[in-house]
T-cell receptor, first 111, second 114 residues
């Protein structure tokens, strides 16, 4: 079963912040985050391997709460280039190397 | 340039006519995988391969075959395509199995089965 993301869609004005959540009903081993622009392939953003780990890249960061089986992606001071669909992805414990993508969150940044 | 190359980009075929979508990576990655992307269903894993001659089913393997005879290539075979296999397909690779490294995706293949 896919991880569930919320919200499904969000519209922001340039400069505003957003949080995208990813929740799993199964225990997680790691969490990936990807961004996909319309008509293009997904692009890897970051990976979190350990519970409690937080990472950041420019103004995009993420956290991973292993106990709650959740991860969140934080976009601060959003730019037009942040528009796209964001997917979390995960390997669940005890399922070998089968990889599951989340349901996706469509993010639109407007001027 | 490090990349995953998929061919063709677009394909229209008829029901039952066997087809192969090729995938090749030049990064010496061990892990390769195929996904299909459908509106409302997101990205679903079809098959994956941990290394040469090692393949495993993903979430939606029915109607598909794969092989991994060489490390760089991981073709997706549809022996008898049906209209419900109309979809956008992505090949992806990673240095090792998905735990520690992100995936690099190919540009995608849009398949239409009529």
């Amino acid at each position: 079963q896919q991880p569930v993301q919320s919200p499904q869609a969000v519209i922001l004005r340039e400069g505003e912040d957003a949080v995208i959540n990813c929740s799993s009903s199964k225990a997680l081993y790691s969490v990936h985050w990807y961004r996909q622009k319309h008509g293009e392939a997904p692009v890897f953003l970051m990976i979190l391997l350990k519970g409690g780990e937080q990472k950041g890249h420019d103004k995009i960061s993420a956290s991973f709460n292993e106990k709650k089986q959740q991860s969140s992606l934080y976009l601060t001071a959003s730019q037009l280039s942040y528009s796209g669909t964001y997917f979390c992805g995960t390997i669940r414990l005890n399922t070998g190397n089968q990889f599951y993508f989340g349901t996706g969150t469509s993010l639109t940044v407007i001027p | 340039e490090a990349q995953v190359t998929q061919n063709p980009r677009y394909l229209i075929t008829v029901t039952g006519k066997k087809l192969t979508v090729t995938c090749s990576q030049n990064m010496n990655h061990e892990y390769m995988s195929w996904y299909r992307q459908d509106p409302g269903l997101g990205l679903r894993q079809i098959y994956y391969s941990m290394n040469v001659e090692v393949t495993d089913k993903g979430d939606v393997p029915e109607g598909y075959k794969v092989s991994r005879k060489e490390k760089r290539n991981f073709p997706l075979i549809l022996e008898s395509p049906s209209p419900n296999q109309t979809s956008l397909y992505f090949c992806a690779s990673s240095l090792t199995g998905g735990a520690g490294y992100g995936y690099t995706f190919g540009s995608g293949t849009r398949l239409t089965v009529v």
